[in-house]
Protein backbone atom coordinates (compact mmCIF):
# COMPACT_ATOMS: atom_id res chain seq x y z
CA UNK A 1 0.00 0.00 0.00
CA UNK A 2 1.50 3.10 -1.01
CA UNK A 3 0.13 5.02 2.40
CA UNK A 4 -2.11 8.31 2.17
CA UNK A 5 -0.94 10.18 -0.73
CA UNK A 6 -0.78 14.29 -0.86
CA UNK A 7 -0.38 16.17 -3.83
CA UNK A 8 1.79 18.98 -4.09
CA UNK A 9 4.32 18.30 -0.98
CA UNK A 10 5.05 22.04 -1.74
CA UNK A 11 3.15 25.13 -3.08
CA UNK A 12 4.02 28.64 -2.76
CA UNK A 13 1.13 31.12 -3.96
CA UNK A 14 0.28 34.77 -4.30
CA UNK A 15 -2.38 36.11 -2.15
CA UNK A 16 -5.44 36.18 -3.30
CA UNK A 17 -5.01 32.82 -5.26
CA UNK A 18 -7.50 29.93 -5.18
CA UNK A 19 -5.14 26.95 -3.43
CA UNK A 20 -6.45 23.21 -4.05
CA UNK A 21 -4.86 20.80 -1.96
CA UNK A 22 -5.32 16.81 -2.63
CA UNK A 23 -5.30 13.50 -0.71
CA UNK A 24 -5.77 10.55 -1.57
CA UNK A 25 -6.56 8.27 1.34
CA UNK A 26 -6.00 4.35 2.31
CA UNK A 27 -8.17 2.09 0.06
CA UNK A 28 -10.71 0.82 2.76
CA UNK A 29 -10.37 3.23 5.72
CA UNK A 30 -13.63 4.88 6.46
CA UNK A 31 -12.50 8.59 7.84
CA UNK A 32 -10.56 11.31 6.42
CA UNK A 33 -9.24 14.05 8.30
CA UNK A 34 -7.27 17.29 7.52
CA UNK A 35 -4.92 18.86 10.04
CA UNK A 36 -3.21 22.10 9.89
CA UNK A 37 0.33 22.38 11.69
CA UNK A 38 1.80 25.86 12.48
CA UNK A 39 5.05 26.60 14.75
CA UNK A 40 2.15 28.63 16.58
CA UNK A 41 -0.87 26.87 16.92
CA UNK A 42 0.41 22.82 16.88
CA UNK A 43 -1.83 20.52 14.71
CA UNK A 44 -5.26 21.60 14.41
CA UNK A 45 -8.00 19.71 13.21
CA UNK A 46 -10.09 21.65 10.71
CA UNK A 47 -12.30 18.94 9.34
CA UNK A 48 -13.21 15.15 9.33
CA UNK A 49 -15.24 13.04 7.45
CA UNK A 50 -16.83 9.38 7.95
CA UNK A 51 -17.55 7.65 4.85
CA UNK A 52 -17.27 10.73 2.64
CA UNK A 53 -19.81 12.77 4.91
CA UNK A 54 -19.10 15.91 6.42
CA UNK A 55 -18.84 15.15 10.31
CA UNK A 56 -17.46 18.01 12.10
CA UNK A 57 -15.95 21.41 10.01
CA UNK A 58 -15.63 23.35 13.47
CA UNK A 59 -12.01 23.74 12.82
CA UNK A 60 -12.65 25.56 9.26
CA UNK A 61 -11.16 29.12 10.15
CA UNK A 62 -12.92 30.72 8.23
CA UNK A 63 -15.16 31.02 5.01
CA UNK A 64 -12.39 30.71 2.50
CA UNK A 65 -11.73 26.99 3.72
CA UNK A 66 -13.73 24.31 1.88
CA UNK A 67 -13.54 20.57 1.94
CA UNK A 68 -14.85 18.00 -0.32
CA UNK A 69 -15.09 14.33 -0.68
CA UNK A 70 -16.81 13.17 -3.53
CA UNK A 71 -15.98 9.61 -2.92
CA UNK A 72 -14.21 7.42 -1.14
CA UNK A 73 -10.61 7.71 -2.67
CA UNK A 74 -10.28 11.43 -2.93
CA UNK A 75 -10.43 14.91 -0.90
CA UNK A 76 -9.58 17.92 -1.42
CA UNK A 77 -8.90 21.10 0.16
CA UNK A 78 -9.65 24.35 -1.15
CA UNK A 79 -8.70 28.14 0.67
CA UNK A 80 -10.02 31.07 -1.74
CA UNK A 81 -8.52 33.72 -1.64
CA UNK A 82 -5.28 32.77 0.50
CA UNK A 83 -3.62 34.73 3.08
CA UNK A 84 -0.33 34.85 4.03
CA UNK A 85 -1.67 33.36 7.53
CA UNK A 86 -2.65 30.54 5.99
CA UNK A 87 0.87 29.90 5.23
CA UNK A 88 1.29 26.13 7.07
CA UNK A 89 1.52 22.47 6.65
CA UNK A 90 -1.63 20.99 6.26
CA UNK A 91 -1.84 17.35 6.69
CA UNK A 92 -4.16 14.44 5.46
CA UNK A 93 -4.53 11.68 7.32
CA UNK A 94 -7.23 8.56 7.20
CA UNK A 95 -8.29 5.93 9.48
CA UNK A 96 -10.26 2.48 10.10
CA UNK A 97 -9.37 2.04 13.36
CA UNK A 98 -5.85 3.64 13.32
CA UNK A 99 -4.30 7.17 11.86
CA UNK A 100 -1.92 6.65 9.00
CA UNK A 101 -0.51 10.47 7.71
CA UNK A 102 0.20 11.57 4.97
CA UNK A 103 3.50 13.82 4.14
CA UNK A 104 2.08 16.96 4.32
CA UNK A 105 1.58 19.94 2.39
CA UNK A 106 3.88 23.01 2.58
CA UNK A 107 1.54 26.00 1.66
CA UNK A 108 3.76 28.97 1.58
CA UNK A 109 1.60 32.39 0.98
CA UNK A 110 3.50 35.57 -0.40
CA UNK B 1 -13.61 18.62 26.12
CA UNK B 2 -10.75 16.58 25.80
CA UNK B 3 -7.63 17.83 25.67
CA UNK B 4 -3.89 17.02 25.97
CA UNK B 5 -0.97 19.00 27.42
CA UNK B 6 2.77 18.25 27.11
CA UNK B 7 5.76 19.57 27.98
CA UNK B 8 7.38 22.20 26.28
CA UNK B 9 10.73 21.68 23.99
CA UNK B 10 12.88 21.53 22.79
CA UNK B 11 14.54 18.83 24.76
CA UNK B 12 18.39 18.01 24.15
CA UNK B 13 19.85 14.88 25.01
CA UNK B 14 23.29 13.52 24.81
CA UNK B 15 22.91 9.76 23.24
CA UNK B 16 22.66 6.96 26.02
CA UNK B 17 20.38 9.47 28.18
CA UNK B 18 17.16 9.09 29.29
CA UNK B 19 14.45 10.57 27.95
CA UNK B 20 11.11 11.54 29.64
CA UNK B 21 8.19 13.96 27.81
CA UNK B 22 5.45 14.53 30.03
CA UNK B 23 1.41 14.61 28.77
CA UNK B 24 -1.13 14.59 31.10
CA UNK B 25 -4.35 14.86 30.03
CA UNK B 26 -7.98 16.28 30.40
CA UNK B 27 -11.11 13.94 29.41
CA UNK B 28 -14.66 12.41 29.84
CA UNK B 29 -14.88 8.63 30.19
CA UNK B 30 -11.22 7.10 29.33
CA UNK B 31 -10.19 7.13 25.78
CA UNK B 32 -7.46 5.84 23.87
CA UNK B 33 -4.04 7.22 24.92
CA UNK B 34 -1.53 7.72 21.83
CA UNK B 35 2.28 9.25 21.02
CA UNK B 36 3.18 9.96 17.51
CA UNK B 37 6.39 10.64 15.83
CA UNK B 38 7.35 13.12 13.03
CA UNK B 39 10.21 12.72 11.55
CA UNK B 40 11.79 15.81 9.48
CA UNK B 41 9.90 16.27 6.35
CA UNK B 42 7.32 13.51 7.20
CA UNK B 43 4.37 12.91 8.63
CA UNK B 44 3.06 11.95 11.90
CA UNK B 45 4.01 7.91 12.69
CA UNK B 46 2.06 5.95 15.28
CA UNK B 47 4.52 5.39 18.17
CA UNK B 48 2.95 3.48 20.60
CA UNK B 49 -0.57 3.89 22.14
CA UNK B 50 -2.74 2.46 25.59
CA UNK B 51 -6.10 1.66 25.54
CA UNK B 52 -7.20 1.21 29.29
CA UNK B 53 -5.59 2.42 32.73
CA UNK B 54 -2.89 0.81 33.45
CA UNK B 55 -2.01 -0.02 30.40
CA UNK B 56 1.61 0.39 29.48
CA UNK B 57 2.64 0.32 25.10
CA UNK B 58 5.87 0.39 23.84
CA UNK B 59 7.81 -0.16 20.98
CA UNK B 60 11.55 0.60 19.78
CA UNK B 61 12.33 1.21 23.07
CA UNK B 62 9.83 3.45 24.18
CA UNK B 63 7.38 3.09 26.44
CA UNK B 64 4.44 4.42 27.84
CA UNK B 65 2.09 3.93 31.10
CA UNK B 66 -1.73 4.88 31.18
CA UNK B 67 -2.13 6.08 34.59
CA UNK B 68 -5.63 7.00 35.43
CA UNK B 69 -5.02 8.10 38.81
CA UNK B 70 -2.58 11.07 37.82
CA UNK B 71 -4.16 11.56 34.14
CA UNK B 72 -0.63 11.00 32.30
CA UNK B 73 0.67 9.19 29.84
CA UNK B 74 4.80 10.25 30.17
CA UNK B 75 6.96 8.66 27.13
CA UNK B 76 10.50 7.31 28.69
CA UNK B 77 13.15 5.64 26.81
CA UNK B 78 16.43 4.16 28.53
CA UNK B 79 18.83 5.48 26.22
CA UNK B 80 18.34 7.77 23.57
CA UNK B 81 20.03 7.64 19.60
CA UNK B 82 20.73 10.58 17.21
CA UNK B 83 18.16 8.65 15.27
CA UNK B 84 15.48 9.36 17.84
CA UNK B 85 15.92 13.09 17.19
CA UNK B 86 12.16 14.23 15.68
CA UNK B 87 8.87 15.95 17.23
CA UNK B 88 7.15 13.76 19.71
CA UNK B 89 3.46 14.40 20.20
CA UNK B 90 1.18 12.99 22.79
CA UNK B 91 -2.52 12.30 21.96
CA UNK B 92 -5.78 11.22 22.57
CA UNK B 93 -9.34 9.82 22.35
CA UNK B 94 -10.57 7.71 19.19
CA UNK B 95 -12.29 9.93 16.22
CA UNK B 96 -11.23 12.33 15.89
CA UNK B 97 -8.17 12.66 17.95
CA UNK B 98 -6.90 15.17 19.58
CA UNK B 99 -3.13 16.07 19.63
CA UNK B 100 -0.53 18.23 21.76
CA UNK B 101 1.65 20.62 20.72
CA UNK B 102 4.21 18.47 20.24
CA UNK B 103 8.13 18.19 21.78
CA UNK B 104 11.23 18.82 19.97
CA UNK B 105 13.83 16.01 20.82
CA UNK B 106 17.43 16.54 19.40
CA UNK B 107 19.81 13.87 20.33
CA UNK B 108 23.61 15.15 20.04
CA UNK B 109 26.41 12.87 19.54
Known amino acids: DAGVIQSPRHEVTEMGQEVTLRCKPISGHNSLFWYRQTMMRGLELLIYFNNNVPIDDSGMPEDRFSAKMPNASFSTLKIQPSEPRDSAVYFCASSFGGYTFGSGTRLTVV | GNSVTQMEGPVTLSEEAFLTINCTYT??????LFWYVQYPGEGLQLLLKATKADDKGSNKGFEATYRKETTSFHLEKGSVQVSDSAVYFC????????FGKGTRLSVIA
Open chain 2, 27 to 32: ATGYPS
Open chain 2, 91 to 98: ALGNTPLV
